[in-house]
């Protein structure tokens, strides 16, 4: 497709990741807030060692050449690391209502069925959080903007699953904010 945005195509640990953040110009484009997603199929038990560089290189073909889309989500977190898919300055696609105004996070994971609170599901959980509360803090934020895709009205599936409550999320990425970014961004409460 001629109007592909590209790919960033880079892991990064939450600590590298931070970094790599924080040297990001966001002049072009600035999200309002973030929306979570989780991939479904594939599931935790279909990529037991997550995502490789093949796998978001697959994702290209997927997005750009079978979807027909000009971008895909932002990021692909699994269990070890965050994947900067379509580059975080510019808007993606990732959620029908939401795409010109808000970051997307796919997450490795069928959290319909999948548990989002042990073994590999928290170690996603754990890295999404500190990818949102980096986002969030650099970006202005406050973590309560946070959304559900199937909180979009023209979703039509339970995307990111049952097992992801979204106030646990937003308390978690408060309480890292708090902890790693003291000073940079205020809290405020959920209203």
């Known amino acids: 497709m001629a109007n592909w945005k590209g790919i960033v195509g880079n892991s990064y640990s939450f600590s590298d990741f931070d970094s790599y953040c924080h040297e990001l110009q966001w002049n072009a484009w600035r999200p309002s807030f973030i929306v979570l997603h989780n991939t479904a199929v594939p599931s935790l038990a279909q990529r037991p060692n997550g995502f490789t560089r093949q796998h978001i290189n697959n994702l290209v073909g997927f ?10 989500p932002h990021l692909f977190i699994d269990d070890k690391q965050i994947w900067v898919f379509t580059p975080l300055t510019l808007s993606g696609t990732h959620s029908p209502s939401w795409n010109k105004v808000a970051l997307g996070i796919e997450m490795l994971g069928d959290y319909e069925r999948e548990p989002f609170d042990k073994g590999r599901g928290l170690k996603v959980r754990q890295n999404t959080v500190a990818a949102i509360a980096t986002l969030s803090a650099i970006l202005g934020l406050e973590p309560y903007t946070l959304r559900l895709h199937r909180e979009d009205a023209l979703t039509t599936h339970a995307c990111p699953g049952k097992h992801v409550r979204k106030l646990e999320i937003i308390q978690e990425v408060q309480d890292l904010m708090v902890q790693r970014h003291a000073g940079e961004h205020p809290i405020k409460p959920v209203p």
């Open 63 to 72: 997005y750009r050449d079978k979807q027909g889309w000009k971008a895909g």
